[in-house]
């Protein structure tokens, strides 16, 4: 059988084939300080041709020890031991750098999941996924530039003589993670780890990436798929296994699995998920303490609710000119309303406008068109030094919390930073009112010393949102806010915002791509397309009976996860 993944092949005719990866308790340590800590314990599994096996589980569980390991770089200090650890029947647990090397690219490929750091922004397209073939010194000029061209076009790349020669900041969402993909395939690996592949990307083009992935399996490839996303899992997964500090404690058919989990573990996994529980429902059974959320004292005296709406946007229109000197209207006629202590879905798909939208909003951009009313008063278009005053009034909470803090500060600074932008001078006042809002977002006052890179991905997003709670705003503004959280963090991060919605009456922007947690947060919804609203109304009534046929469409292209009665 030939490892070229470009022959078309049943997939049924691998159900005898050997396993492509065979690991068998699988283990793996680090020293720190003077002990050493397992960080996968005892973990065994093998990766068919032409099936994919889900490994999910929470953040801190070992998925991306294991998937380093299993290329040869779980990293310097590592003590691996393992029964057996093969890649198509040789045993690679003794191999050197040098030897990983030669494999990594040839016989087992690696999708990554954020595309724009991952590709190098200097270089062309072509010349990346070429560097693969360079390595491994396999084909020569005009045979590589071929098979460079053939790899985009089986990653579903659309025109790739001209996509070759772009770069990265050239290309959307979708087509940068289909790039990375044809990096990932052009040297014909016949075992792919794909990491969080879709993550970052809205329905319609998580639906290409996820029928390219079994596109590949039906061409013999084996794909190990890490990801949180329990409704990728029931949509493509042929097996499933769930990590818990380092262990596998549940492993078998997706479906089966997903369907009747036996472990409480995955039990309590599937009941954090928001799909189909309406605002004001806990996604987790354990209700924080009251005090735990009592609001904290104030600094600057928090604006009086004013009759109307927090936000009404009046046919906001952004255009942009091109190189070519054409015009760009990235936003087009859009007005919508935003209630006193209410949540508006803000979705759409790659290119829709919603970051645009968002901008305006904090007033980073000026619209060309319409304006912007916040609590009553002007906010568009306005001289800085006019908007400096009520600034602090709508905050914003970013999806990558982690590159949005200055990595040479503690917690305890990003705080005091955020509460001296919002005028408080006194020292021992900003520090009370910081391990306040540590209180507030439920996070213990020792974690003011810490480093974020030495918080989890959950209580980095806590921190976020307590810097943009610090000033006591009106309106928050989520920017996919638990994109990149496991299902029981993004569990604990959406019933916190609806905690501290419901304690201070704060009204809410919510992006995201995900739409059963949009369902979840929103009172009412916005769709996006082409820039232009194309459909509005409440969360209830949009999702029961969508009117719009692109509505329809982003809906019935979003995996999801339909729990079992």
Sequence with gaps: MSANLATNVDSRSFVDSEPLMRVAHLSVSFRRDSRWVKVIDNISFDLQPGRILALVGESGAGKSVLARTMLGLAG?????????????????AGDTPRQWRRRRGRQIGMILQDALTSLDPLRSIGAEIGETLDAHRL?????????????????GIPEPEHRARQYSGQLSGGL???????????????????????????????????????????????????????????????????????????????????????????????????????????????????????????????????????????????????RDGRTLVAVDNVSFRVGHGQTLGLVGGSGAGKTTVAQILMGFLNPDEGRIEMLGARWSNLAEKERRSRRRLIQMVYQDPLGSFDPRLKVEHILHDALDASGLKDRSVIRRRSLELLDFVGLQGSRLTAHPRELSGGQRQRVAIARALAPQPSILLCDEPVASLDATTQAQVLDLLAD??????????????????????????????????IEQGSAQSVYAAPAHPYTRELFAAAPRWRARA
């Excluded at 084909?139 to 985009?152: E, I, K, N, P, S």
């Design 76 to 92: 310097e200090g590592a003590e691996i031991a393992a029964e057996r650890f093969e890649i198509e029947g040789v045993s690679v």
């Design 139 to 155: 084909y020569a000029g005009h045979d590589r530039r071929r098979r460079v061209l053939d790899a985009m076009a089986e990653a």
């Design 176 to 322: 940068r993670q289909r790039a990375l993909i044809a990096n990932a395939i052009v040297a014909n690996p016949r075992i792919l780890i794909a990491d969080e592949p879709t993550t970052a990307l809205d329905s319609s083009t998580q639906r290409q990436i996820l029928d390219l992935l079994k596109s590949l399996t039906k061409r013999g490839a084996a794909i190990l798929l890490i990801t949180h996303d329990i409704g990728v899992v029931e949509e493509i997964a042929d097996d499933v296994a769930v990590m818990k500090e380092g262990r596998i404690v549940e492993r078998g058919d997706a479906r089966e699995v997903l369907g009747a989990p036996s472990h409480p573990y995955t039990r309590s996994l599937l009941a954090a998920l928001p799909e189909g529980k309406p605002k004001g429902v806990r996604l987790l059974a354990a209700k924080p303490a009251v005090a735990a959320f009592a609001a904290p004292a104030s600094a600057a005296p928090r604006s009086p609710q004013v009759s109307g709406d927090a936000i009404v946007a009046h046919h906001l229109t952004k255009r942009y000119q091109g």
């Design 500 to 533: 501290i919605q419901s304690q201070l009456g704060l009204s809410i922007v919510f992006i995201s791509h995900d739409l059963g947690v949009i369902q979840h947060v929103a009172d009412t919804i916005v769709v996006l397309k082409d820039g232009r609203v």
